[in-house]
C-alpha cells in the first residue's frame, strides 16, 4: 500500500498531471466555444439584420427632392397676411407639443432653433415634418441633413394635418415679427 502512495505522488510531483490538466481545460474551452458560435443556416439572416441596426433603417432609397418633403402635404395656399387666428391656436399647439425642443430663435436646444423656417423652407415641407418626421429623416435630403447635425430624431407628435397648418401659421407670424 505504501509502495502505491509513493508511485502517485511521485507521478504528482513529476509534472506528468499538469499536461493532462491543460488538455482537459483546452478540450472543455472548444466545447464551449463551438456550442456558442451560430451555424450558417441558424438565424444567420436574423442576426445580421439586427447586427445592422439603425444603418439598415437608414438605407431607405431618398426621393427626388421638391423641397416640399415626404408626406400627405402636396400642397398648401397662404396667404400674405398671416392669419391671426389661425396662428393664435398654432401658438397654443407649439406651446404644448414643441416648445420642449425647439426655441423660436436660431437657438439649438434638442432640436434646431425655428427663426426663418418659414423663409428658408416650402411649407410643405415644413408640415410634413410637424406631421411625418420620421419618414422625412429617412428620405428628405434636407431632413436627413438636419438628423446629422442635431442627431436627435424629431419624434411624432401625433399632429395632423389641420394643426400643422395651424403651427405653420405660427412660425410664419413669429418669422415676420423677427
Known amino acids: 500500500m505504501k509502495n502505491k502512495s509513493i508511485q502517485v505522488s511521485s507521478i504528482l510531483k ?7 490538466k491543460l488538455g482537459a481545460v483546452a478540450i472543455l474551452c ?11 443556416g441558424e438565424g444567420s439572416a436574423e442576426a445580421s439584420q439586427q447586427e445592422a441596426g439603425l444603418a439598415h433603417q ?12 415626404v408626406g400627405p402635404v402636396k400642397e398648401v395656399t397662404v396667404g400674405a397676411e398671416v392669419d391671426q387666428a389661425l ?6 399647439i407649439f406651446e404644448g407639443k414643441c416648445a420642449a425642443c425647439h ?10 432653433g425655428l427663426a426663418g423656417v418659414t423663409e428658408n423652407r416650402k411649407p410643405e415641407w415644413v408640415m410634413n415634418m410637424i406631421i411625418n418626421p420620421e419618414e422625412m429623416t429617412k428620405k428628405d435630403p434636407t431632413a436627413k441633413k438636419l438628423l446629422a447635425e442635431h442627431l436627435t430624431q424629431m419624434t411624432n407628435q401625433n399632429v395632423d394635418e389641420n394643426d400643422a397648418r395651424a403651427i405653420l401659421e405660427f412660425l410664419r407670424k413669429n418669422d415676420q415679427s423677427i
Open 87 to 92: 396662428a393664435s391656436t398654432g401658438q397654443a
Open 30 to 40: 472548444g466545447a464551449l466555444l463551438f456550442s456558442c458560435s451560430s451555424s450558417e
Open 103 to 112: 426655441q423660436l430663435s436660431d437657438q439649438k436646444v434638442v432640436g434646431p
Open 58 to 69: 437608414a438605407a431607405e432609397a431618398p426621393v427626388a427632392d421638391d423641397g416640399k418633403g
Open 14 to 20: 513529476s509534472g506528468l498531471l499538469k499536461p493532462v
